[in-house]
């Protein structure tokens, strides 16, 4: 008599392979969100750059840092946030207040002040939050 097999029994296996099922998005859809996560964060940290700088330098700076800033957290928040309602707010606030400070012209020193302690806020909160479980 054979030994025992460990493998499952040849009667009970389906004979044709399972069928494939494709993931939530494909693999382009999942490259370009990527691709605007990289972009949003670029644009983000080139934006948060030079206010960072004109804070610790004493200089003045015009609108287009907190543009380019604020045009990256559209970008980011359109490729990252899943919650329609959620991504739809940040992106339609960035634009709101990147138009705010194109239509005003100028940066004021508070405008940088909240702009930087607004952004090490969120920084430290993506920190510190807990990963999504994967299922």
């Known amino acids: 008599m054979p030994p025992p097999s460990d493998l499952p029994d040849p009667s009970t296996r389906p004979s044709w392979p399972p069928p494939h099922r494709p993931d939530d998005e494909s693999t382009s859809e999942r490259q370009a969100h990527v691709f605007g996560m990289m972009i949003g964060t670029a644009l983000m ?15 003045e700076i015009n609108v287009v840092p907190l543009l380019i800033y604020f045009s990256g957290i559209a970008v980011w928040a359109n490729a990252v946030v899943e919650n329609p309602t959620v991504r739809y707010s940040l992106m339609a606030g960035s634009v709101l207040i ?38």
């Open 45 to 59: 940290f080139i934006g948060f750059l030079d206010v960072f700088l004109s804070i610790s330098g004493g200089f």
């Open 98 to 135: 990147s138009l705010a400070f194109f239509h005003y012209g100028e940066v004021l020193f508070w405008h940088k002040q909240v702009v930087f302690w607004s952004t090490v806020a969120i920084v430290m909160y993506f920190m510190f939050k807990d990963p999504k479980p994967t299922a």
